[in-house]
């Protein structure tokens, strides 16, 4: 099927491989970046190495059609986060202080001192880590933390994002920033679904693989869902009247479910 623009989401974290973290943030992103037509190519989980950050960040570049990459997490104020060092070391651009990331910083911890919460109204060492990122990027605002978010045009058209990975604050700027600011301009893929209840997945073997030889250019899945009895078999496309087509034809082929807008999805037969 033809190819849209696409998405890499590089999850940085010791706590998500070891099974401490469970990864949201990923599939967060993958439903924004889908319905803005910027599907997720893959996501690749990494440990909190400067190596490996950088290794990923090396094959998601060298992937041509992958024109948004983000690197999530390890942005904090203690030595285990790397990330703005590894991405520094992959794009070969040196750290400095960015004095817009310090600024909102050093209006974080005012806040924070007048509400309190610490004893003097001053940038610690950590906090103060947090402004040294890679140069030549835009800051990124975050109004639920305080690690600055960052985003770099590596190429005409082709951006690298730096996130933090605490969820409250990655939803809010993926939902409030990146996708309004960086994802226009994508051709969302249409989604039709196709329901079967109490019908076994394995008897929709023979219409689905003659659907794929009749629809190249559209993507077929089936999706069991064991506790409610039911199968769906999704259909994605570019193009709105293949996709439509080939829901209708599946329904041919096997004459046992209806197709059904993605947006609209109900429970047949």
């Not at 070891?18 to 190519?41: I, Y």
């Not at 030595?79 to 004095?99: G, I, S």
């Not at 005012?110 to 030549?136: F, L, T």
Request: net charge negative.
């Amino acid at each position: 099927m033809p190819e849209s623009p696409a998405t890499v989401i590089i999850a940085v974290g010791d706590e998500l491989l070891s099974g401490h973290t469970q990864d949201t943030n990923s599939a967060f992103l993958a439903a924004r970046a889908f319905t803005s037509g910027f599907p997720v190519r893959h996501i690749e989980v990494v440990p909190d190495r400067v190596e490996a950050v950088v290794s990923a960040i090396h094959r998601a570049l060298a992937t041509p059609e992958v024109c948004r990459i983000a690197v999530c997490g390890g942005i904090g104020p203690t030595p285990d986060d790397r990330t703005f060092e590894a991405v520094a070391r992959a794009l070969n651009r040196p750290r400095e202080e960015n004095p817009v990331a310090l600024a909102g910083i050093a209006g974080i911890v005012s806040r924070m001192h007048a509400a309190g919460w610490i004893a003097d109204n001053v940038i610690s060492e950590g906090n103060r880590r947090c402004a040294m990122v890679p140069a030549g990027g835009i800051v990124v605002p975050n109004r639920r933390g305080m690690a600055p978010p960052m985003a770099y045009e590596v190429e005409p058209g082709r951006w690298l994002f730096i996130l933090p990975g605490v969820p409250r604050e990655f939803t809010t700027i993926v939902d409030e920033e990146l996708i309004p600011r960086f994802f226009t301009g994508g051709t969302a893929s249409r989604v039709v679904e196709v329901r079967y209840r109490a019908v076994p997945e394995s008897e929709l073997y023979a219409p689905l693989r003659r659907l794929g030889e009749e629809y190249q250019d559209v993507a077929v899945g089936s999706y069991p869902q064991t506790e409610a009895r039911q199968v769906i078999v999704r259909l994605t496309g570019l193009e709105r009247a293949r996709v439509e087509a080939a829901a209708r034809r599946m329904v041919e082929l096997d004459g046992r479910g209806e197709p059904l807008g993605a947006t609209a999805p109900q429970v047949i037969l």
